[in-house]
């Protein structure tokens, strides 16, 4: 490992010119100031190169057009693609598809709810208190597994607001 001012000796240039190249990145920075000799050499060489053919060297932040170029195809074709999907109906935006399933899934609560008391009406008065007994608490059972996870449980308050719910909404049965 050698200091700035041995590689600079080693370079024949002064010190002041070999930290103008690590300011313009051409030689990279190395860490506590220790310095490989044989890759500030290969970095100097090569800048060199560049200069003597004429080009530009390359600044921090240059951006390679022909990279660039290939990326910006690259994103413009997976858009397209999933405009296409889009339009065809191959994928679907996920607001849409939750907007779906949410609608489902009230309908399938309204309807779970709704299940005791509609059974319990078409058993005579006798035995429709169990039957509605019976009946609510399977429905509860099937809809604490519907819930995130299976850990989630109905509170009879929760049937309770759920069933006004579902009385205010329901159509008049015609009959």
């Known amino acids: ?58 600044q921090a932040g240059d951006l390679d057009p022909a990279q660039e170029r290939a990326r910006k195809d690259r994103a413009l074709a997976i858009a397209t693609e999933l405009k296409n999907d889009l339009s065809i109906g191959k994928v679907v935006l996920i607001d849409d598809a939750m907007a779906a399933v949410t609608v489902q899934h009230m309908k399938l609560r309204n309807k779970l709810l709704s299940l005791p008391s509609r059974i319990a009406s078409r058993i005579p008065e006798k035995g429709s208190a169990q039957v509605f007994t019976l009946v609510e608490a399977e429905v509860l059972s099937a809809m604490a597994e519907l819930t995130t996870g299976g850990e989630g449980h109905v509170t009879p308050a929760e049937v309770i607001a759920e069933r006004g719910l579902t009385e205010q909404t329901e159509e008049p049965a015609h009959g």
């Open 1 to 58: 490992m050698s200091t700035i001012s041995q590689v600079a000796s080693h370079l024949d240039m002064s010190e002041r010119r070999f930290r103008e190249l690590l300011d313009e990145t051409v030689i990279t920075r190395a860490p506590r100031g220790e310095y490989d000799l044989d890759a500030v050499r290969r970095q100097y060489i090569g800048h060199l190169r560049v200069v003597a053919a004429g080009r530009q060297p390359a």
